[in-house]
Nanobody, 124 residues
């Protein structure tokens, strides 16, 4: 069992930056290094979409085209925490951001564990 808790959301102006954190806990000790860790978002009235992920085996990352070059996903194994650094934010980035964990190998789908989400609102 894995518990995920996001933090760091809030209101930011367009062009600004926010860093989200996802603290993992559970029976395993190094959750963020033994699970694929991903970030997703869901805007009001839209389906949840993949944002970014970091692979457990070698730390390689994957990004949605809409955030590539602006967002950076990283992990701190010692803190059992995954981060999402979001730069040059746009109003269309406004959404609830979710952290997720998976053992299935795919970085863009098949996530089993989810956090409660944190709201990011970008004002124009």
């Amino acid at each position: 069992q894995v518990q995920l808790q996001e933090s760091g959301g809030g209101l930011v102006q367009a062009g600004g930056s926010v860093r989200l954190s996802c603290a993992a806990s559970g029976r395993a000790f190094n959750i963020v290094s033994i699970y694929e860790m991903g970030w997703f978002r869901q805007a009001l009235g839209r389906e949840r979409e993949f944002v970014a992920a970091v692979r457990r085996s070698d730390g390689t990352t994957d990004y949605a085209d809409s955030v590539k070059g602006r967002y950076t996903v990283s992990r701190d194994n010692a803190k059992n925490t995954v981060y999402l650094q979001m730069n040059t934010l746009k109003p269309e980035d406004t959404a609830v951001y979710y952290c997720a964990a998976s053992l299935d190998g795919g970085l863009r789908n098949s996530y089993k564990y989810w956090g409660q989400g944190t709201q990011v609102t970008v004002s124009s």
